[in-house]
Nanobody
Framework: QVQLVESGGGLVQPGGSLRLSCATS????????ITWARQGPGKGLEWVAT???????RTADSVKDRFTGSRDNPQNTVHLQMGSLKPEDTAVYYC?????????RGQGTQVTVSS
């Protein structure tokens, strides 16, 4: 059974940082890209980043140079390091199996950027 569990969200001030984690199980992690997506208040699901099997990360223009991805293949875990956070980054963040925003996803973790 494919499972993804996000953690690390919380309340942070503008300009602050957070590190999200996604623990996975039930599939061959090492060869599988993992995608991060987010859903802000009243908005649809938005692609944020995809972390490929070798750690190469593609990021959306809206988070480029602020968010970086990494993965720990032995631990079947990916991370999303978020910096210079803005109020518009407020959203529920999900990790998804594969490329794109249509794959199996976790329950999400809330990130709130506010002073």
């Amino acid at each position: 059974q494919v499972q993804l569990v996000e953690s690390g969200g919380g309340l942070v001030q503008p300009g602050g940082s957070l590190r999200l984690s996604c623990a996975t199980s039930g599939f061959t992690f090492s060869g599988t890209p993992i995608t991060w997506a987010r859903q802000g208040p009243g908005k649809g699901l938005e692609w944020v980043a995809t972390i490929y099997h070798d750690g190469y990360t593609r990021t959306a223009d809206s988070v480029k140079d602020r968010f970086t991805g990494s993965r720990d293949n032995p631990q079947n875990t990916v991370h999303l390091q978020m910096g210079s956070l803005k109020p518009e980054d407020t959203a529920v963040y999900y990790c998804l199996k594969g490329i794109g925003i249509d794959g199996t996803r976790g329950q999400g973790t809330q990130v709130t950027v506010s002073s």
